[in-house]
């Protein structure tokens, strides 16, 4: 998949003085995506020129560690972004900005604003201030109620994979997961409640996680690739195919607004039937 850059069209607006005041941006990876985001912010705060690495002040030193007080990111509490939030919200971004020339907003996984958030949600940006820009990140626009939908402008911003980088621990949790799935399939519920969920992932970084599961089985089908899962020779290439289509089917799933928990659980059930 080719990149959409869509947050240089956002700069671009800037520049000709044609900025929204919401923005819904689609992407394939909401953490990278904010990071993105954090530089247009950056930009569109600027009381100079803006230029990367600049010292002259301590803004953009705040807008990276968030610390900004006209800044705010809104994240989900537990499974949904709830009411008080939005409330709460509402109650920092109302007052002129002081620090900068805009109070900015970023609301990430938008999809999880509820019925009661949403509703307070659109009261905020149905009439909103000069100063007030907003940015809703989501995987799937589709899942944004309409009304909020209809009244940003919509970006697509999507990451080639391999600019999606996965750390350390992601690759250690793929091996550990994997490992559980084949060789202690009797407990791998238990892994998921206990393990997995406690590491309390984002959707997105679960994607990425399973996109990696899927390479592991992918390199021993297809290249005989077998390094830290020796235990998968004994598996056919009939056996790889099945386990690999479930594992694409889950991806696609994950990409939905499903249960993630139920998700994982019907994953390792499918994964222990293929024999």
């Given at each position: 998949?080719?990149?959409?850059?869509?947050?240089?069209?956002?700069?671009?607006?800037?520049?000709?003085?044609?900025?929204?005041?919401?923005?819904?941006?689609?992407?394939?990876?909401?953490?990278?995506?904010?990071?993105d985001?954090?530089?247009?912010?950056?930009?569109?705060?600027?009381?100079?020129?803006?230029?990367?690495?600049?010292?002259?002040?301590?803004?953009?030193?705040?807008?990276e560690?968030?610390?900004?007080?006209?800044?705010?990111?809104?994240?989900?509490?537990?499974?949904?972004?709830?009411?008080?939030?939005?409330?709460?919200?509402?109650?920092?971004?109302?007052?002129?900005?002081?620090?900068?020339?805009?109070?900015?907003?970023?609301?990430?996984?938008?999809?999880?604003?509820?019925?009661?958030?949403?509703?307070?949600?659109?009261?905020?940006?149905?009439?909103?201030?000069?100063?007030?820009?907003?940015?809703?990140v989501?995987?799937?626009?589709?899942?944004?109620?309409?009304?909020?939908?209809?009244?940003?402008?919509?970006?697509?911003?999507?990451?080639?994979?391999?600019?999606?980088?996965?750390?350390?621990?992601?690759?250690?949790?793929?091996?550990?997961?994997?490992?559980?799935?084949?060789?202690?399939?009797?407990?791998?519920?238990?892994?998921?409640?206990?393990?997995?969920?406690?590491?309390?992932?984002?959707?997105?970084?679960?994607?990425?996680?399973?996109?990696?599961?899927?390479?592991?089985?992918?390199?021993?089908?297809?290249?005989?690739?077998?390094?830290?899962?020796?235990?998968l020779?004994?598996?056919?290439?009939?056996?790889?195919?099945?386990?690999?289509?479930?594992?694409?089917?889950?991806?696609?799933?994950l990409?939905?607004?499903?249960?993630?928990?139920?998700?994982l659980?019907?994953?390792?059930?499918?994964?222990?039937?293929?024999?």
């Amino acid at each position: 998949m080719e990149a959409v850059n869509g947050i240089k069209h956002i700069e671009k607006s800037y520049n000709e003085n044609k900025l929204s005041h919401a923005f819904l941006v689609e992407t394939n990876n909401c953490e990278k995506c904010l990071e993105d985001i954090k530089k247009i912010i950056k930009l569109i705060n600027c009381k100079e020129k803006y230029v990367d690495n600049c010292e002259k002040c301590n803004l953009c030193y705040q807008i990276e560690k968030e610390t900004l007080p006209n800044f705010q990111i809104i994240r989900p509490d537990g499974t949904t972004i709830k009411k008080e939030q939005i409330i709460n919200l509402k109650e920092k971004m109302l007052t002129k900005p002081v620090y900068s020339k805009y109070n900015t907003y970023v609301i990430l996984n938008s999809e999880k604003l509820n019925n009661s958030s949403s509703n307070t949600m659109l009261k905020f940006i149905e009439e909103p201030e000069d100063y007030l820009i907003g940015f809703f990140v989501v995987n799937n626009k589709e899942n944004v109620i309409e009304t909020i939908k209809s009244r940003c402008q919509l970006i697509h911003q999507y990451y080639n994979e391999e600019e999606i980088k996965i750390d350390d621990e992601k690759i250690e949790t793929v091996k550990d997961y994997i490992k559980n799935i084949e060789l202690d399939n009797k407990h791998i519920m238990l892994y998921n409640k206990n393990i997995l969920m406690e590491k309390n992932y984002t959707r997105e970084e679960l994607i990425i996680i399973f996109q990696q599961i899927f390479k592991v089985y992918e390199n021993v089908y297809i290249n005989d690739e077998y390094e830290n899962f020796e235990f998968l020779k004994d598996m056919n290439s009939v056996q790889l195919l099945n386990k690999m289509k479930i594992i694409n089917k889950y991806l696609d799933n994950l990409q939905k607004n499903g249960n993630i928990n139920l998700l994982l659980d019907s994953f390792v059930i499918e994964m222990g039937h293929v024999k």
